[in-house]
């Protein structure tokens, strides 16, 4: 979800450039935004919505299991698991 939200607002902010016919500098500025690409902010994004993704599975997992957290022995074994 946040990661659409980002390429709206990119969107919405590369809609209000200045058109080619109003300034050659804009033209100019307007290729070159246009031309960007922010490789390393796509990397991060898509790493934090693997990791988000990751945490939403173990709190599913975590949510399903029907454990006694009074049994230091079922508490053991979580923890030697991993989830």
Known sequence: VRVEFFCVLMLLAFSF?????TNPKAALKSKIVAEFRPQSLIDELLLYKRSEDQIELKE???S???VDVCSTETLKCLKGKEI
């Open 60 to 62: 599913k997992q975590l």
């Open 17 to 21: 450039l200045p058109t080619a016919s």
């Open 64 to 66: 399903t299991m029907r």
